[in-house]
């Protein structure tokens, strides 16, 4: 299975958020050790960049050995601008979504995906349905 992992997943674990670094961290981990295959939107990463500072390039870095980049042009542009969500950004991670053939964007922002081609859940109700492991890793 495909998910797009949106910024604030990130983020959480980046600047180690408490209520949501457990469940997001928990999420990249089972990623890297191949449980799913997962996309980051390359907007993401400036906005993680800005949002965490001089951290961010190592975090990418490693991101970078299990999270795929995919693809953006302008024809997601475009999906973009022609889906019914109020906020750009989060219309850009949903064409990207779409092209990357993703299952889920895995979001905390989820009434911003409520008309999003591709649907939106938690990272903590993602692993509840999906999780390898009941128990933290």
């Given at each position: 299975m495909k998910i797009l992992l949106d910024a604030?997943?990130?983020?959480?674990v980046a600047l180690a958020r408490p209520n949501f670094v457990e469940s997001s961290d928990r999420?990249?981990?089972?990623?890297?050790?191949?449980?799913?295959?997962?996309g980051v939107a390359w907007h993401s990463l400036s906005n993680l960049s800005y949002l965490t500072g001089k951290k961010a390039r190592g975090f990418i870095r490693?991101?970078?050995q299990f999270v795929e980049v995919p693809k953006a042009?302008?024809?997601e542009i475009l999906v973009a601008l022609n889906l019914?969500?109020?906020?750009?950004?989060d219309a850009l991670q949903a064409a990207i979504a779409l092209s990357?053939?993703?299952?889920?964007?895995v979001s905390r922002n989820l009434r911003h995906y409520?008309?999003?081609?591709?649907?939106a859940i938690s990272p903590r109700e993602f692993l509840a349905k999906f999780s390898m492991a009941?128990?933290?890793m």
């Open positions: 604030d997943v990130l983020i959480d999420l990249l981990r089972q990623i890297e050790s191949g449980a799913w295959e997962a490693d991101l970078g042009g302008m024809n019914p969500i109020k906020d750009f950004e990357f053939g993703a299952s889920y964007v409520r008309k999003s081609p591709v649907p009941t128990s933290p």
